[in-house]
């Protein structure tokens, strides 16, 4: 009876036809810092093009990417926010990089090929030929994974040719016994798998291991085949937890991320076509927020927490647009809110110093030394931008056009507290051009200012004291 073995080998020759397709499995290890992940895309030419899925660990189901294409040797994959770009090289091997927003990390991708095994030997192998590609000759038999770098066959009849094969071997009792597994991990050459079949179905505990042989890779936990929890181990931290996931029907429900000394840093629950993601910092929540597993966009509520657990601010995003926020202080009280129509602000107290209507732009302005504007409001500099009136802690004001500057310009009103009033024209925030003074007891000074001096009284009557706009 055939049996089919899933092999990564590396070549050193192409044939011209897989030049021109790049149907088929290709596998590469990912790696950010001291981590390893595996990334697996299936391939599959269309009448439009490609298609494909992806798997980042492959023991899971896998899910179809966002995009994808190929030309001028050039691949293009969109997945889960993130981007691949590699070159197709001679060898079989695309070389490229995973970018992520700002960051970029090199990957390599190798093609996988189906041969066809039997009585513990690979047939149909040929010094002069690579292996060709799996067919539907093989579809129905029964698959396995083992890991090769590079083999070299001295005959087509000698069993496990080639140094990396003599190391491998595979039990063929399927119950009862442990059974090993090899999984596709060539860069870093890992060990197996390890686990009990019951009754030809996976049952409890299977272990992996890193290559040094004492550091435990992966745990994954079965019930009647099916996995219900995966964790995952950093190679340098003697054991420590990387991240525990956990599973229903085969399905990953959410995951639990720790840093190099244990402590929990993140959870990952799935929500359907979403996923909601929590950040922990010393025990303690930090943020969370909701994303596309599609688009890998942020969709719903961003809430971000104080280090006392409070909520700092909540956030709404659609397609990763900005919908609203509210800002809170860490008492409690709220401190900003923003949406399409209007923005507020409010001072630690719950009272409110800043609104301003989005559509007609007016608004008022709290100062803090107690002075007010109410008026129309440029929304980005959140100052004073146009028609309004200022009214000053102390009882006087201006009616007038008052700039995100602070100066008042154009025609306008200013009244003193001691009963004086001017009418006029304004610029740089001072009285300047033509305007008249009134004053208590009915007397007009007409003519024309400048910085708030008159230097040419139509009345012909002197003023007697300067008459700068600018309240103290």
């Given at each position: 009876m055939n049996k089919t073995f899933l092999i990564l080998v590396t070549f050193f020759s192409v044939t011209t036809s897989l030049s021109q397709d790049i149907s088929g499995t290709w596998n590469g290890i990912l790696g950010i810092?001291?981590?390893?992940?595996?990334?697996?895309?299936n391939i599959q030419k269309t009448t439009d093009g490609y298609t494909s899925t992806c798997c980042n660990n492959c023991l899971v189901s896998s899910k179809k990417v966002n995009s994808i294409s190929y030309e001028n040797s050039i691949?293009?994959?969109?997945?889960?926010?993130?981007?691949?770009?590699?070159?197709?090289?001679?060898?079989?091997?695309?070389?490229?990089?995973?970018?992520?927003?700002?960051?970029?990390?090199?990957?390599?991708?190798?093609?996988?090929?189906?041969?066809?095994?039997?009585?513990?030997?690979?047939?149909?192998?040929f010094d002069e030929q690579p292996i060709s590609t799996g067919s539907s000759a093989f579809e129905n038999?029964?698959?396995?994974?083992?890991?090769?770098?590079?083999?070299?066959?001295?005959?087509?009849s000698k069993p496990y040719a080639g140094n990396n094969l003599l190391n491998y071997i595979v039990s063929e009792k399927m119950s009862g016994t442990y059974t090993t597994f090899h999984n596709i991990y060539p860069d870093i050459n890992t060990t197996d798998t390890i686990g009990k079949y019951v009754n030809g179905k996976r049952e409890g505990k299977w272990v992996k291991k890193y290559p040094s042989g004492s550091n435990l890779n992966s745990e994954f936990f079965y019930e009647n085949d099916k996995l219900i929890k995966e964790i995952a181990y950093i190679d340098f931290s003697e054991n420590n937890k990387f991240s525990e996931s956990y599973f229903n029907n085969g399905i990953k429900t959410n995951t639990i991320f720790y840093n190099r000394i244990g402590d929990k840093i993140g959870e990952e629950v799935f929500e359907g076509d979403y996923s909601k993601k929590y950040n922990y910092k010393n025990g303690v929540i930090t943020d969370s927020y909701r994303v596309s597993k599609t688009s890998g966009t942020y969709e719903g509520d961003y809430i971000g927490y104080y280090e006392n657990g409070k909520i700092r601010t909540k956030e709404y995003y659609e397609k990763d647009r900005q919908i609203h926020f509210t800002r809170y202080f860490e008492n409690g009280n709220i401190n900003e809110y923003y949406d399409a129509k209007k923005s507020e602000k409010f001072n630690s107290n719950g009272e409110k110093i800043y609104y301003i209507d989005l559509t007609t732009k007016k608004?008022?302005?709290?100062?803090?030394?107690?002075?007010?504007?109410?008026?129309?409001?440029?929304?980005?500099?959140?100052?004073?931008?146009?028609?309004?009136?200022?009214y000053y802690i102390n009882g006087g004001k201006f009616i007038g056009n008052y700039n995100y500057k602070d100066d008042f310009y154009g025609k306008g009103q200013y009244f003193w507290t001691d009963?004086?009033?001017?009418?006029?024209?304004?610029?740089?925030g001072q009285i300047n051009g033509y305007g008249k003074m009134t004053y208590p007891d009915?007397?007009?000074?007409?003519?024309?200012?400048?910085?708030?001096?008159?230097?040419?009284?139509?009345?012909?009557?002197?003023?007697?004291?300067?008459?700068n706009s600018k309240q103290s």
């Open positions: 810092d001291q981590e390893r992940f595996n990334i697996r895309f691949l293009k994959i969109k997945f889960d926010g993130l981007e691949f770009q590699g070159t197709y090289r001679s060898d079989n091997v695309i070389v490229g990089e995973l970018k992520r927003a700002e960051e970029s990390f090199p990957l390599e991708l190798s093609f996988i090929y189906y041969v066809p095994y039997e009585n513990g030997m690979i047939k149909n192998m038999s029964q698959k396995k994974m083992i890991s090769i770098q590079q083999v070299t066959y001295t005959s087509k608004g008022f302005i709290l100062y803090e030394k107690g002075d007010k504007w109410e008026g129309i409001i440029d929304d980005y500099s959140e100052k004073p931008n146009g028609y309004g009136t200022y009963g004086r009033k001017y009418e006029g024209n304004f610029n740089n009915g007397s007009i000074q007409e003519g024309i200012w400048e910085n708030g001096n008159l230097i040419n009284d139509y009345n012909k009557t002197p003023i007697a004291s300067n008459s």
